[in-house]
């Protein structure tokens, strides 16, 4: 195993970390300040298309797609873009600047994959340049949506027109006021074999019947301005030009869309733990309880050692996963990605967690982003496939490989 960056690799690498600096940090507390403001909730920040622009001139744009479009994307291998994720991740807002947030990344994967032509110069394409927004109605409030096969939202064909009916919740990027277009999963035949009953289809947000119930909030958090939805479908009519590949295609298409979404996760939750690593060393000088600065006291030490190894182990593994995405594709490397998506939030959390500890009351308070770090760690333990999903599906092949004759 070979994990050393490319150069193109390293040359972004260094292309982020300077914009971030001179454009992004800058201003970070500015961002915060505008959406924990009630009266700018699904608003977006005013400067945040000139941002965007400024990364786009700047070649830092659609990082994430393994594909090339022209000028708006270099075609990264995941193995490339993993550090530049992480790097991203150091600020919760940040990944938009790069029009590379979720859920839009996941959402233009799938249309770049499984789009028509039509349906990729419709909505692939203002995604890709960042005009607009998108979001992905999946998991549903009256079923366990950890298993997808339990999605009820019906997709019925009626003429030339699809009808759909049903209720999401954690619809995340739905309250964004540039939202445009959603990716609904729904079922179009209930009696089909388990796993060839789902459907995807494009449901723009303007469609009568499809309605906006609330916003739900994150331990606190309503992650302005994209927030995360309970929507509404009722009775919802697209053409049937907007369903995604074809009917009972959708579990292969989830699929499809969460892997290259679970090391994008896992290398921005490194990037929190990071961050939270560099706040809490820095801490131990600023504060002297009992006379003796914290860097002197053994715990602190065992804390910050302990936290550098947890970061460096999953940073490997998460590499690792990347690197054989990259070599024998998503499904050959479903094991790692498990283990990554296992390991990264609890990694996270831990570290988190003990650099609160170490700031005392400002580590709780909104003056640092620790507390919004662990909001969005102990999130990335249910999105994507809960703890339990994955240690199961991973219990089960390890199990397989040492057992079979």
Known sequence: MNFEYTERSLGLQQKLRDFIEVHVQPVEKEVEAFHSNPENYWKRWPGLEKLKQKAKDAGLWNLFLPKTYGDLSPGLTNLEYAPLAEQMGRMIWASEIFNCSAPDTGNMEVLAKYGTPAQQEKWLKPLLNGEIRSAFLMTEPEVASSDATNIETAIFADGDDYVINGRKWWSSGAMDPNCKIAIVMGKTDFEAPRHSQQSMILVPMDTPGLKVLRPLSVFGYNDSPEGHAEVLLSNVRVPKENLL????????????????????????????????????????????PFGRTLDTYSSVRQDIAKSACEIEQTRLLVLSAADKMDKVGNKEARDLIAMIKIIAPSMALDIIDKAI?????????????????????????????????????LGKSVIKKYTQS
């Open 357 to 393: 500890q170490v700031l005392g009351g400002k580590g709780v308070s909104g003056d640092t982003p620790l507390a919004h770090f662990y909001a969005a760690g102990r999130t990335l333990r249910l999105a994507d496939g809960p703890d339990e999903v994955h240690m199961s599906q």
């Open 245 to 288: 590949l074809g009917e009972g295609r959708g579990f292969e298409i989830a699929q499809g869309r969460l892997g290259p979404g679970r090391i994008h996760h896992c290398m921005r939750l490194i990037g929190m733990a990071q961050r939270s690593l560099e706040i809490m060393a820095k801490r131990t000088l600023e504060r002297k």
